[in-house]
């Protein structure tokens, strides 16, 4: 079992900037893929970013990439996502996912979810 903490969401003018962290509670953290999720009121939940369990072959959604990088410390046992230009269709709850490459995304067994953060976007 991994338990994941997101922080790092807030309130932010259009054009801000935010960093969102993931804690994993384990070190076998670096063992999975991990990877930034979100949720807007009334949508589905839709894929925003992800790593490989190695490696730093980023893969993003297109409407964030150029604007959005995420990285990994695995020393630390910790996901970020450095959100820049930020548009008021960011607006959405976001997620961290940690998984084996092939569940990631999922609700499979061994794919754990973090409880979401808030992020508004808004004049």
Do not use: H
């Not at 932010?12 to 384990?26: D, E, K, M, W």
């Not at 998984?99 to 004049?123: D, K, M």
């Amino acid at each position: 079992q991994v338990q994941l903490v997101e922080s790092g969401g807030g309130l932010v003018q259009p054009g801000g900037s935010l960093r969102l962290s993931c804690a994993a509670s384990r070190n076998s953290f670096r063992l999975y893929a991990a990877g930034w999720y979100r949720q807007a009121p009334g949508m589905e939940r839709e894929f925003v970013a992800s790593l490989p369990e190695e490696g730093d072959a980023a893969d993003y959604a297109p409407s964030v990439k150029g604007r959005f990088t995420i990285s990994r410390d695995n020393a630390e046992n910790t996901l970020y996502l450095q959100m820049d230009s930020l548009k008021p269709e960011d607006t959405a709850v976001y997620y961290c996912n940690v998984a084996p490459a092939l569940r990631l995304g999922t609700r499979l067994e061994y794919s754990y979810w973090g409880q979401g953060t808030q992020v508004t976007v808004a004049s």
